[in-house]
């Protein structure tokens, strides 16, 4: 937060700053008076770009079924894809039809709002604060608990906190329409989102190195976004405690695990399995969470 002074005069109604508080006010002797107020700092625009979401409209392109061709199974065939997911193609046109459906509703809904995501995975400076930059290693290796804490810890004037799934989906859903902007045409930009990422990020299968590695941050920058794919990223929690993160890596191939792919944890389940008796050992370091970063977010 920063501090500013702000004089009034006499008579003028003092509104609320928004985002910040009022921390004192001081009469002066010619009338006015002198409020002093905290204010959130400004978001800078290189390192946290705006995700308009509340900008989709299902007159979009990218909805118009014609355009993506067939991406998608018809619903008549929902049941039985989802069944019988014996083959590559059919997963991945389940995974579109899923995300279309996901966007639409969201639209319908009215619940598509604006919020900002980092150009770059979180990582930490020399005195363990989470930082944005280019040129560092993502920081990965963090329970939940550990990444919840640190989101809201953050910048928490701006909401700072951990994206959730529908979040994430509507991010999605800007990433396909700037790619069609950008000159894709719409089938193309779904199909890198949701067949095959490999033109959007690090995976197994376009790797600069002759073993998997994980890369700095600001690596493979698209549509002004960077690190889509090189490590997992990890969401809030959803109703009973389940957590989700992207299926996307360095060790995944793009074209089975895109950008749309995810996993589901029960964490209470998975804590269990080891011997635990749930949730206060949310913060209990362990393998699962190797390779996953928080995907943060703010309003």
């Known amino acids: ?6 004089t009034y005069k006499k008579g003028t109604t003092i509104p609320t700053p928004k985002g910040g508080k009022i921390i004192d006010i001081t009469p002066m002797q010619d009338g006015t008076c002198q409020v002093t107020v905290q204010l959130p700092e400004p978001i800078d625009p290189s390192v946290f770009i705006k995700i308009e979401a509340s900008q989709l409209s299902l007159s979009d392109s990218i909805f118009d079924l014609k355009q993506m061709g067939m991406l998608m199974p018809d619903p008549s065939e929902w049941p039985f894809v989802s069944d019988s997911l014996n083959t590559l193609e059919r997963q991945n046109k389940l995974r579109t039809r899923k995300l279309y459906n996901s966007l639409q509703e969201l639209i319908k809904t009215g619940q598509m709002h604006d919020f900002y995501r980092p150009k770059y995975d979180p990582s930490l400076d ?26 809201k810890d953050f910048m928490p004037e701006r909401n ?40 959007l990020g690090h995976f197994a299968n376009n790797r600069k190195t002759e073993r998997p590695a994980v890369e700095e941050t600001g ?23 389940r957590l989700w993160t992207t299926n996307s890596s360095y060790k995944t191939s793009s074209f089975k695990e895109p950008l749309n792919s995810w996993m589901e944890i029960d964490l209470y389940e998975f ?3 080891l011997d635990h008796p749930g949730s206060q050992f949310y913060d209990k370091p362990d393998s699962i969470f190797n390779k996953i970063t928080g995907w943060i977010v703010l309003s």
Do not use: Q
Request: charge should be positive; include cysteine.
């Open 1 to 6: 937060m920063k501090t500013e002074v702000i």
């Open 126 to 151: 020399e005195l363990g604060n989470l930082v944005f930059e280019p040129g560092k290693m993502p920081e990965v290796g963090h329970t939940f608990a550990w990444w919840d804490k640190a989101a």
């Open 160 to 199: 700072s906190r951990l994206g959730n799934l529908s979040e994430y989906n509507a991010f999605l859903g800007v990433l396909i329409k700037k790619l069609v902007e950008s000159g894709k045409s719409v089938r193309k930009a779904w199909e890198m989102v949701c067949f095959d990422s490999a033109a």
């Open 219 to 241: 690596s493979r920058e698209v549509c002004g976004f960077c690190d889509l794919g090189n490590v997992k990223k990890m969401f809030a929690l959803t109703k009973g405690d």
């Open 271 to 273: 804590y269990k399995s």
